[in-house]
């Protein structure tokens, strides 16, 4: 391929990238994406755009607390509500840092190639965090460590991927595996979270939930109630029980999306539901949503110009050499290889991604998967843009396989 035909071929489309992001952004008054929320005197600290926000636990406008261009998520408020401790990646990898809650400098605490993820603080005053850094396995552990730094303690069970103490006692309620960024939905297999409490001296521990799906997030509470999120009941919703695993208590009813994140503090329980906040108060049961309005400039959202080479991924060559068609950001475009000409956009869709494109035999067609009505399919799309696509096999099963040979088939028939 010659130089000249290659920058024509970036040129365009770098145009196309353009009008697809255009396309796919939303108006100036769209909600955020609100994740791992924290809450303590009075204030909520959460995660979006990459960023820290604080706002008020009764909702209202949110004010940026981190601006780096990394991301900073898994905040945590001291119980005084003073300082935040969180993971952030201002230095390359995901360690675990420590700033007031008003803002300001933050301060790296930990110096480990491997992800810190914070969990929250100790009634001591530590903060607490998981890592694989030390497991033959890659298994999460816990450690605690003084905001004001020091050499991290890993806390004596493994694996541990969360982690709540017992107010005022000496027990433990934990979970040995950690699934929160799973997709899959009611899983019931070998890996299935379970909440199991007991004491480090002497070490003595006890599963203390059965049900054989999630059962995650232990959440100690004053009451002497644990607090976690089980999907026994099918989406994932909070629920409440002893911590002998008895007297099983649901508390949120959403059929909708699940219970996520949740954290603990002031008398209430703080998650994420959609893209939203959500504030459980455990004394009156009081259930809602917390109102927030994101100030954000939204850079991430904002029409503008692409590299298409940094997203090249499928691609494929017409069978006389002269066409190639390629896959940039989710979209298929067709140009020639060798001379300058017209780049066709033959998909426009931001809602879903085309891929694995391919030429039929007398280059007519052009065959890729997408997503039709939330599953994999295959199309058939004009070369020339001369004709409307088509779906071929209706409920065909996902593959990752080149589809050229079907098409083959498919047209050799016709």
Do not use: C
Request: no cysteine; net charge negative; glycine share 10%.
């Amino acid at each position: 391929m010659s130089k000249v035909s290659l920058r024509s071929i970036v040129a365009g489309l770098l145009v196309g990238s353009a009008a697809a992001a255009s396309a796919a952004t939303p108006s100036p008054s769209s909600d955020g994406f609100y994740r791992y929320p924290t809450v303590a005197a009075g204030a909520v600290v959460f995660a979006a755009e990459g960023d820290l926000w604080k706002v008020p636990v009764e909702g209202g406008v949110a004010t940026r607390l981190t601006a780096y261009e990394g991301e900073e998520k898994f905040p945590a408020l001291s119980p005084d509500g003073r300082y935040i401790a969180f993971t952030a990646q201002y230095d390359g990898t995901d360690d675990v840092y420590v700033m007031a809650a008003s803002g300001g400098e933050p301060v790296r605490l930990t110096y480990h190639p491997t992800s810190d993820q914070v969990l929250g603080w100790t009634a001591d005053g530590r903060i607490a965090f998981r890592s694989r850094r030390d497991h033959p396995h890659a298994d999460y552990r816990v450690y605690t460590l003084p905001p004001t730094g020091g050499v991290p303690q890993m806390v004596p069970l493994e694996p541990a991927a969360w982690i709540s103490w017992e107010p005022g006692g000496s027990r433990i309620a934990y979970e040995k595996i950690g699934l929160e960024f799973h997709n899959w939905k009611r899983y019931q297999g070998g890996e299935a979270e379970q909440i199991s409490v007991g004491t480090l001296q002497p070490m003595a521990f006890t599963e203390v939930t059965h049900w054989d799906g999630k059962d995650a997030f232990p959440m100690w509470a004053n009451d002497g109630r644990i607090y976690f999120v089980t999907d026994r009941w099918g989406r994932p919703n909070l629920a409440s029980m002893l911590p002998d695993g008895g007297d099983v208590r649901r508390l949120t009813d959403f059929t909708d999306y699940d219970v996520r994140w949740p954290r603990m503090g002031d008398g209430k329980i703080v998650y994420q539901h959609k893209m939203d906040i959500w504030s459980y108060d455990l004394a009156s049961g009081k259930n809602q949503q917390v109102p927030v309005s994101l100030p954000s400039d939204r850079l991430q959202v904002r029409e503008r110009f692409v590299d298409p080479t940094e997203n090249l991924r499928g691609w494929g060559i017409s069978k006389d050499g002269e066409r190639i068609v390629l896959e940039s950001r989710g979209d298929v475009f067709v140009t020639r290889t060798e001379k300058k000409g017209l780049i066709r956009r033959l998909t426009e869709n931001s809602a879903a991604r085309t891929k694995d494109p391919a030429f039929s035999p007398d280059g007519k067609w052009v065959s890729a998967w997408t997503e039709v009505e939330g599953e994999e399919q295959l199309m058939l799309y004009s070369a020339d843009n001369s004709a409307p696509a088509k779906q071929l096999f209706p409920h065909f099963g996902f593959t990752r396989d080149r589809v050229t040979a079907a098409v083959e088939g498919l047209l050799s028939r016709r």
